[in-house]
C-alpha cells in the first residue's frame, strides 16, 4: 500500500500516485504552482543564469553556421565541411543539455521536454541525468577556457588612412589624435548593433564638433547621443538619419545596418541588377565606416592575402560586385556577416538589367 504524505504547500495529506520519479511534494497541479509563487526570489539569478548560457550557445551555433556557409560557398575540401558538421553536432548537444536543465529547473515534466525530440520521456531521463548535464556543461565551460582554445592573433593596428575617396582619414595625415582601430585576424563578427554604433562614431569623429550639436540637430538629448554611440541604443530610422546627414554621409548607407540592428532582415526592393549592385556597394560601405575606413592593403593583411588589393579597390570603388568568396573574404576581414549580405549579392549577379532611361536606386520612400 501506498504511504500517503503530506503536501509541501497546503499540508494536508494525499496519497501520491506510483511511478518512476521524484516523490511528488505537492497533492495538485495548483498547489505545486502556488508553492512557486510563494518562493523566495532566490531562483531568479539561476533562471538568468541559464538563459544566459543558452543565448551564448545559440550566438556560437549561428557563428559556426556562418563559417560553414562560407566553407561551402569557397568549395572547401570534404574533410573542412565535415569538420563544421562535428562542431555544430557538438554544439547543438550541448544546447540540448542547456535547455534540458533549464526546463527542470523550472519544473517542466520529462514528457513536455520529450515530445519535441520524438523520443519517450524515460529515453530522455536516462539520456540527461542530473549527473550527466552537469558534467556535460562543466566540460564545456572548463573547455572553452582551456589552452586547447586557440587564443586570436594579435590586433593589426590600422595606419592613418590614404587621403583618397576609399581611403579618406578620421583625421589629418600625420594626426597622431586619430584613434586607430584594431582589426584582428580570425576575430569573430561584430552584431549589427556594434556595427551600427561604430559606424555612428566614426561618422561623428570624421565630422567633428560637440554632441550638444549633433543632438540638437537630432532632436534629442546629448546623453542620449551618448548612448546611442556606444552602442546602448539602438535609434529609430529618423533619429539615425539626422545624425548620418549631420556628418554628411548618405543616410542610405548605413540603412542596411540600421535594419539589421533592429532584428530586419536586408531590405531588398529591387528589381534590377544596378539598383541591387548600388545596395550592395552601400553596404560593404557602412562595413567600411564601422571599421573606421581601413586601407585596403590592411583588409588583405587581416585575411592572410586571400584577397586582391585589386579586388578590395574596385569593391570599395563601387566598380564591381566579385564573386562570392571574395565577398565573403571581404565581409569578414570587416567584421560582418557574409549571410546578411548574400541577398543583395544573389540579386546583384542574377536581376536583369536595369531598361535604359530607369533610374538605378531605390524609392526615397525606403529610406523615411
Known amino acids: 500500500m501506498t504511504a500517503t504524505r503530506r503536501c509541501a504547500n497546503c499540508r494536508r495529506r494525499f496519497t501520491p500516485k506510483g511511478g518512476p520519479g521524484r516523490p511528488k511534494l505537492y497533492c495538485t497541479d495548483i498547489c505545486r504552482a502556488a508553492a512557486r509563487r510563494k518562493a523566495p526570489p532566490d531562483d531568479a539569478s539561476a533562471d538568468a543564469s541559464h538563459h544566459e548560457l543558452i543565448v551564448e550557445m545559440a550566438e556560437t551555433l549561428r557563428r559556426q553556421a556562418d563559417a560553414l556557409i562560407a566553407s561551402v560557398h ?49 529515453t530522455l531521463r536516462k539520456k540527461w541525468t542530473a549527473q550527466v548535464l552537469e558534467r556535460r556543461l562543466e566540460r564545456r565551460v572548463s573547455g572553452s577556457a582551456g589552452p586547447s582554445a586557440r587564443p586570436p592573433d594579435g590586433p593589426v593596428f590600422l595606419p592613418h588612412q590614404r587621403g583618397t575617396a576609399v581611403g579618406r582619414s578620421a583625421g589629418a595625415p600625420g594626426d597622431s589624435t586619430a584613434t586607430p582601430s584594431p582589426l584582428t585576424r580570425d576575430a569573430d563578427p561584430r552584431t549589427a548593433r556594434q556595427l551600427l554604433s561604430s559606424a555612428l562614431s566614426h561618422l561623428q569623429r570624421c565630422r567633428g564638433g560637440s554632441l550638444r550639436e549633433l543632438a540638437d540637430h537630432a532632436g534629442i538629448t546629448p546623453s542620449y547621443v551618448s548612448r546611442v554611440l556606444s552602442g546602448e541604443r539602438r535609434p529609430l530610422w529618423p533619429v539615425t538619419r539626422a545624425l548620418v546627414e549631420f556628418c554628411g554621409e548618405e543616410p542610405a548607407v548605413l540603412y542596411p545596418l540600421w535594419r539589421l540592428a533592429h532584428g530586419q532582415p536586408v531590405d531588398v526592393r529591387v528589381v534590377t541588377a544596378e539598383q541591387a549592385a548600388l545596395e550592395f556597394h552601400r553596404f560593404i560601405r557602412s562595413l567600411y565606416l564601422a571599421a573606421d575606413r581601413p586601407d585596403p592593403g590592411v583588409l588583405v593583411h587581416a585575411v592572410r592575402h586571400t584577397l586582391r588589393l585589386a579586388d578590395v579597390d574596385q569593391v570599395l570603388a563601387d566598380v564591381y560586385v566579385p564573386d562570392w568568396p571574395t565577398t565573403v573574404r571581404l565581409v569578414s576581414a570587416l567584421r560582418g556577416r557574409p549571410t546578411d549580405v548574400r541577398p543583395l549579392w544573389h540579386a546583384a549577379r542574377t536581376l536583369p538589367p536595369r531598361p535604359v532611361g530607369d533610374r538605378c536606386s531605390l524609392q526615397a520612400a525606403s529610406f523615411g
Not at 100 to 105: F, L, V
Open 74 to 122: 569557397e568549395q572547401q575540401g570534404s574533410g573542412a565541411l565535415l569538420a563544421h558538421r562535428v562542431a555544430l553536432a557538438r554544439q547543438l548537444d550541448d544546447l540540448e543539455a542547456a535547455v534540458i536543465r533549464r526546463g527542470r529547473a523550472a519544473d517542466e515534466s520529462w514528457q513536455g521536454l520529450a515530445a519535441p525530440l520524438g523520443i519517450s520521456n524515460e
